[in-house]
């Protein structure tokens, strides 16, 4: 079946522009994750979304990042007054519950660069 | 929250050798440990996983062992193939609050099987 898929693959943005990510996860996933990649370094959590529950968004590093999720469908990142600072590779998992020990299926990812 | 520290951040090692990447976590509570190998460009996909009430687990040539007590946990390769060239991410979850299990990841370790 289709996995999870990301658009766009690449985004270049200029400095204070918003930005928008797309992530369409599995269907029937109730949980999905989104991640930040900085070159070089590990997934840094950004937000969880678990069926019609409030969103975990502990990991947000500002306001000028939010997301969405309608029901238990598609997902958008939204990053206003980008910094040079927020060029990475933001990547979308799901999975079939939020429950621990379940399996994260990742998309391949935006790659963000903020110029 | 939860840390994960991973190391080493580079391996090399000659075709048909053992590698071993090692991983330590700060949150006695986490539960599952999966491990992500990245290639180049690609997105995560998981290799193995274990839970904290194993501790030992092997699929073919990869094997993975926790230590609940001294909370560490490590991956290792057996005749290591230049296709195991990748970045490999341990992780560990852990609850953090409101019905959201989190995954937070290593830095990465760079493996290069040279032929």
């Known amino acids: 079946g289709a996995g999870v898929s990301q658009s766009p693959s690449n985004k270049v943005t200029e400095k204070g522009k918003d930005v928008e990510l797309r992530c369409d996860p599995i269907?029937?996933?109730?949980?999905l994750y989104w991640y930040r990649q900085r070159l070089g370094q590990g997934l840094e959590f950004l937000i969880y979304f678990q069926g019609n529950s409030a969103p975990d968004k502990s990991g947000l590093p500002s306001d000028r990042f939010s997301a969405e999720r309608t029901g238990e469908s598609v997902s958008t990142l939204t990053i206003q007054r980008t910094q040079q600072e927020d060029s990475a590779v933001y990547l979308c998992a799901s999975s079939p519950t939020g429950t621990s020990g379940t399996e994260q299926y990742f998309g391949p990812g935006t790659r963000l660069t903020v110029t | 929250g939860e840390n994960v520290e991973q190391h080493p951040s580079t391996l090399s090692v000659q075709e048909g050798d053992s590698a071993v990447i090692k991983c330590t976590y700060s949150d006695s509570a986490s539960n599952y440990f999966p491990w992500y190998k990245q290639e180049l460009g690609k997105r995560p996909q998981l290799i193995i996983d274990i839970r904290s009430n194993v501790g030992e687990k092997k699929d073919q040539r990869i094997a993975v062992t926790l230590n609940k007590t001294a909370k560490h946990f490590s991956l290792h390769i057996t005749e290591t193939q230049p296709e195991d060239s990748a970045v490999y991410f341990c992780a560990a979850t852990g609850y953090s609050g409101a019905g959201s299990y989190q995954l937070t990841f290593g830095k990465g370790t760079k493996l290069s099987v040279i032929p």
């Open positions: 269907s029937g996933h109730t949980a």
